[in-house]
């Protein structure tokens, strides 16, 4: 069973130009939540989707967007990039459970805004 | 904010037991522990969670105590790979789909020879 899937590893961009970043959950996971991570700082929420709707929302500008498909997999839309953008975007897939919902995060996409 | 504190550091000797301790005295009844890795430039790594009972995987303990205002992370023998960024987060979730992660600074845990 595959992990969760990022794509890309790494990509460069120029200041504001627009990316795309793509996220395949677990197998059978449903909710798929974006986080920023800056270099040297913790993971920061952007936002969750559950059934193609956004249900949660950090504190990120409208510039980010998203989107999830019928099959759960997800997509973070940044516009008008910032070099503040320049970050780790992590993706994570949530497995539900009458335990307590597992969470699991991919490898990440490395964005540098030039 | 983030509704755990954790110490800054640790350091540990390779083959002894890492103990990482945890605060979160603001509990709900219905948030769960959640204990999480990340090695440098990769994403977190799941390691264990609980909600009020003492878990046991393959990869460490959670020992929560009984008021659940604290818990600890047990890593039995740990080894050099388990130098990393250790995050303790509290978490509403089960079954339907439930609120965001809410990350602290950590704990950096390094493993020494």
């Known amino acids: 069973d595959a992990g969760v899937t990022q794509s890309p590893t790494h990509l460069i961009k120029t200041r504001g130009q627009q990316v795309t970043l793509r996220c395949s959950p677990k197998?059978?996971?449903?909710?798929v939540s974006w986080y920023q991570q800056a270099l040297g700082q913790e993971p920061q929420f952007i936002f969750q989707?559950?059934?193609?709707?956004?249900?949660q929302r950090g504190n990120f500008p409208d510039r980010f967007s998203g989107h999830q498909f019928p099959n759960y997999s997800s997509e973070l839309n940044v516009n008008a990039l910032l070099l503040g953008d320049s970050a780790l975007y992590l993706c994570?897939?949530?497995?539900?459970?009458?335990?307590?919902?597992?969470?699991?995060f991919g490898e990440g996409s490395w964005l540098t805004v030039v | 904010d983030a509704k755990t504190t954790q110490p800054t550091s640790m350091d540990c000797a390779e083959g002894r037991a890492a103990n990482l301790p945890c605060n979160h005295s603001?509990?709900?009844?219905?948030?769960?522990v959640y204990w999480y890795r990340q090695i440098h430039s990769q994403g977190p790594q799941y390691i264990i969670h609980?909600?009020?009972n003492n878990e046991t995987n393959e990869m460490a303990s959670l020992i929560i105590t009984e008021d659940r205002k604290s818990s600890t992370l047990i890593l039995p023998h740990a080894t050099l790979r388990d130098t990393a960024v250790y995050y303790c987060?509290?978490?509403?979730?089960?079954?339907?789909?439930?609120?965001?992660?809410?990350f602290g600074p950590g704990t950096r845990l390094s493993v020494l020879p």
């Open positions: 603001t509990i709900s009844g219905n948030e769960y």
């Open positions: 609980g909600l009020k």
């Open positions: 987060i509290v978490r509403v979730g089960a079954y339907n789909y439930g609120q965001n992660f809410v």
């Open positions: 989707y559950y059934e193609e709707e956004e249900r």
């Open positions: 197998s059978g996971h449903d909710t």
């Open positions: 994570a897939s949530e497995e539900r459970g009458a335990s307590g919902n597992t969470i699991y």
